[in-house]
């Protein structure tokens, strides 16, 4: 069941960051790729995401090997496409005071050319932060790209390359006979593909579901507030115990508060929360001007255990889903792999302990 191209017709469910940028490492190698997405903003992490680009947790080398691909694949695409919303402008991170001298050497090791810098070399490299702290991480290699319109790019990339999108298009179920995939059931009827990738962000499980295949997944809330643009005051993003901030192109900041769950259960908390946000940030910049543009409240699509679920699904031929937090950072290096394993046939290699069979399901 190839195409005449000889490579496999191949349906992606999903057009937020890790379907786009799949479709685009499909297309660029010849492959027929058709990209379906349902079309509703407010469904989409990637829209919602801080898109923080960046290799922490050392202590897992895998996965800190992971993310530091991927972050130098983000520089190869830079590099490529032209116009990439794609900022690789460095990160100063200063959380956790207690740890921070460890978590630079071990990122530095680790291959993320971290290292420790000074208050006064801080005020030198960012003199728009009213109260530097005393000691701050310097990871130069991170960056960030733009929520509202990496995914966007990537499928206009695609589709300079002969990938078909099309939305909206709900995918309804995934077709299969003799355990082999045969394509997807749309609102629209069917679409015929060789090969399917699940990459439907917190969708995925549920998609996997009705073929079967368990996936838990939890999806924490994130608030993130946008504030009114204001002048340039840096290329990079900072971290610290209290807020997450970088500067967008058009001058609006994006902050947030941690990585946890948000707290927004009511409008009242919600909006509490927008205003500590912002208040913080008035802090850090020592700009009382500083006000609410928007903010955005999404739910995270995490595998239960906190890693990627990508790569082949146990017991359908043709099968392979790509889901997981970070997907911003993890996007690159996931398309890379997943598309090998779509053209080349490629054992899971580096993504190996990532499948889904580890939830359990058909073996
Ligand atoms: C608040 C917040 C902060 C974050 N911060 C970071 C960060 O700093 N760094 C980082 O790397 N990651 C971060 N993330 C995680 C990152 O944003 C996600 O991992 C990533 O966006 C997931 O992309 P995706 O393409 O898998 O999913 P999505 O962007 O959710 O895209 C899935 C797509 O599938 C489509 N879809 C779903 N069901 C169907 C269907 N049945 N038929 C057709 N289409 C369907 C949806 O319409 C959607 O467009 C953050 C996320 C949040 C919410």
């Known amino acids: 069941m190839r195409t005449s191209s000889g490579s496999p017709r191949t349906a992606i469910i999903g057009s937020g960051i890790i379907g786009a940028a799949l479709a685009c490492a499909l297309a660029r190698r010849g492959a027929r790729v058709t990209v379906l997405d349902e079309g509703i903003p407010a469904n989409r992490a990637t829209r919602g995401s801080f898109a923080w680009i960046n290799a922490h947790r050392p202590e897992d080398a895998a996965y800190f090997a992971l993310r530091l691909e991927s972050m130098r694949l983000w520089r190869g695409l830079v590099g490529e496409i032209d116009g990439l919303p794609v900022r690789l402008g460095g990160a100063l991170n200063w959380e956790g005071a207690e740890k921070i001298e460890t978590l630079a050497k071990a990122l530095d090791e680790g291959g993320n050319t971290a290292r420790l810098v000074s208050r006064a070399r801080i005020r030198e490299m960012e003199p728009a932060l009213a109260a530097p702290p005393e000691v701050a991480i310097d990871a130069p290699l991170e960056g960030v790209a733009d929520p509202d319109r990496i995914a966007g790019a990537l499928l206009v990339a695609a589709a300079a390359m002969g990938a078909e999108v099309r939305a909206p298009v709900t ?29 439907a962000g917190k ?15 939890k999806t924490p809330l994130g608030l993130l507030v946008r504030t009114a643009p204001v002048p340039r005051l840096s290329q990079r993003i900072f971290t610290s115990d ?122």
Not at 171 to 199: C, D, H, K, L
Not at 206 to 215: G, T, W
């Open 242 to 363: 209290e807020l997450h901030v970088w500067q967008m192109d058009d001058g609006r900041l994006i902050l947030g508060e941690d990585f946890g769950g948000s707290p927004v259960a009511s409008d009242a908390e919600r909006a509490e929360t927008e205003e500590r946000v912002l208040e913080r940030a008035r802090r850090a910049f020592g700009m009382a001007a500083l006000s609410l543009d928007s903010s955005t409240v999404t739910g995270r699509p995490v595998p239960e255990d906190g890693y990627p679920a990508v790569g082949r699904v146990p017991g359908m031929d043709g099968l392979l889903v790509a889901t997981m937090h970070s997907g911003v950072t993890l996007a690159p290096v996931m398309a890379r792999e997943v598309a090998a394993m779509v053209l080349d046939d490629a054992e899971a290699g580096m993504l190996a302990r990532y499948g889904v069979e580890r939830f359990g399901g058909a073996a």
């Open 203 to 217: 969708a995925t499980s549920a998609l996997l579901a009705a073929v079967d295949v368990p996936l838990p997944m």
């Open 171 to 199: 995918v309804t179920g995934i077709a299969s006979a003799n355990g082999r995939v045969t394509g997807v059931e749309t609102g629209g009827g069917p679409v015929e593909a060789e090969r399917v990738v699940v990459a």
